[in-house]
């Protein structure tokens, strides 16, 4: 296993609110899943590497974006954050505690205030319950926040905060649309008045008609409840209407991170380059002067990174340099103190290098 030669990730550094103290300080979180081989005798025979050394702030009242293809890792930090799924190793601080040491109460008031919107409100929706039961069930783990007596009417402020008719409690979950429900999954999130959102890939199973306005409605309800988001999407546009900074995930770990404004104008990674340039420009006068980068080869396998950078075996600026030597996530070197947009955290030994971008053909 590579964890021992693993460099440790410096403190992320920028695009950060200086003022501040993070909600949440994430420090080179692993989450490797053991492969194993045979049916009666099960060898551990390799570990897929699914988070690998992943390091984050979230503020108070901020957002932030996590983009990366299907399978980089995003959903397993969100079950990590959640307590899902136990870390190989890493520290998750929660206010500057450790949740990853907490058990029995200290951890149950912590994750009261940790809440997950999921993917799919087709099936993150138990059939069976109606809306009120579904809404209501945080009610049943955390009795204190809400006597017996009061949960029906809260229930029904939470229908009303998000949008939905409060009459509609006792209907079940078939009887409406895909962005009722996931609104139906958001005032589920809301039920315990948490502090931090993760949600994951909350509008990706929607129609593209629908996507806005759900989104819409969380950034009001932001605002209302002042909430942090962690927003998972693994597409580059949604994310940046909402967030306030963005990380970049390729292979389990983070490639580029920074404020919403110098990702998406100065990004310093080939790979959030590339992502960049599939990203639709609707205007045809800006779309002539964009090149599309087209990523050669597959994503390696978690289970067998390659050596080095990870992105090297797609990226166009890749030499020997990258076969042998891991590049850290961190500033990059020529812009260090300059301020400027390019001044953010970038895993590339090339990254103050200007893109030299392979044209389409
Ligand atoms: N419980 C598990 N056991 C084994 N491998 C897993 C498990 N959960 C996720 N993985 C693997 O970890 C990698 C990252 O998965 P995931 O976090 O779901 O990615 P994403 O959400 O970005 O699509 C994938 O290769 C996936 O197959
Ligand atoms: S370190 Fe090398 S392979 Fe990795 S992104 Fe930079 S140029 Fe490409
Ligand atoms: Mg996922």
Known sequence: MTTASRPTTPEPSDGRPADREPILQVRDLVKHFPLTQGIVFKRQVGAVQAVDGVSFDLFPGETLGIVGESGCGKSTVAKLLM????????????????????????????????QMVFQDPYTSLNPRMTVGDIIG????????????????????????????????????????SGGQRQRIGIARGLALRPEVIVADEPVSALDVSVQAQVVNLMERLQDEFNLSYMFIAHDLSIVRHISDRVGVMYLGKIVEVGADAEIYEHPTHPYTQALL??????DPE?????????????????????????FRTRCWKARERCVVEEPLLAVPEAFRGTGGPAAHDSACHFAEEKPVVPRER
């Open 286 to 310: 800006a779309r002539q002067y964009r090149e599309r980068i087209i990523l050669s080869g597959d994503v390696p396998s978690p289970a067998n990174p390659p050596s080095g950078c990870r």
């Open 137 to 176: 069930e945080p009610y049943e783990i955390h009795p204190e926040v809400a006597p017996k007596g009061d949960r029906r009417k809260r229930v029904q402020e939470l229908l009303d905060v998000v949008g939905l008719n409060p009459e509609y409690i006792n209907r079940y979950p078939h009887q409406f």
């Open 277 to 282: 340039s599939a990203v639709p420009v609707p």
């Open 83 to 114: 307590n899902l799924e136990e870390p190989t190793s890493g520290e998750i601080l929660y206010r500057g505690e450790d949740i990853t040491k907490l058990s029995g109460r200290a951890l149950k008031a912590v994750r009261r205030n940790i």
